[in-house]
């Protein structure tokens, strides 16, 4: 068994802008699991660069509200909502709330930095 607790991961930020605390990712924790998953954080105003990932990703906002943008598509997100972005496609998020926007990303395979691209 091995348990994690949130506040024992690191948090740093990644290339879109968001912080993140990575939980779970089989590279760096010898795990046998494909995906990796990852607490995000957004703050009151902000958003995330647009970028897109190679992998399939899942967002599960926990608390907040925000816009999700993908490729064309947008529409508002708050607790509860899962979102999945397939791989390729431009995505982003705006926290248009009063609080931070909290969610959990899940990516498969497991998210590394080389299956990510920053859009210009």
Same mark, same amino acid.
């Given at each position: 068994?091995?348990?994690?607790?949130?506040?024992?991961?690191?948090?740093? $930020?990644?290339?879109?802008?968001?912080?993140?605390?990575?939980?779970?990712?089989?590279?760096?924790?010898?795990?046998?699991?494909?995906?990796?998953?990852?607490?995000?954080?957004?703050? $009151?105003?902000?958003? $995330?660069?647009?970028?897109?990932?190679?992998?399939?990703?899942?967002?599960?906002?926990?608390?907040?509200?925000?816009?999700?943008?993908?490729?064309?598509?947008?529409?508002?997100?708050?607790?509860?909502?899962?979102?999945?972005?397939?791989?390729?496609?431009?995505?982003?998020?705006?926290?248009?709330?009063?609080?931070?926007?909290?969610?959990?990303?899940?990516?498969?395979?497991?998210?590394?930095?080389?299956?990510?691209?920053?859009?210009?």
């Amino acid at each position: 068994m091995k348990i994690i607790n949130l506040k024992d991961c690191k948090q740093f $930020t990644v290339g879109d802008g968001s912080f993140l605390r990575e939980v779970f990712n089989p590279k760096k924790d010898n795990l046998n699991i494909r995906y990796s998953l990852a607490q995000a954080q957004v703050q $009151t105003g902000q958003k $995330t660069k647009p970028h897109k990932l190679k992998y399939s990703e899942i967002y599960y906002v926990l608390r907040g509200v925000g816009i999700m943008h993908i490729d064309k598509e947008e529409n508002v997100v708050r607790e509860n909502d899962a979102v999945y972005i397939p791989p390729g496609t431009v995505q982003w998020v705006e926290n248009i709330g009063k609080r931070t926007l909290d969610f959990l990303c899940i990516v498969d395979p497991a998210w590394e930095p080389e299956c990510e691209e920053i859009m210009k």
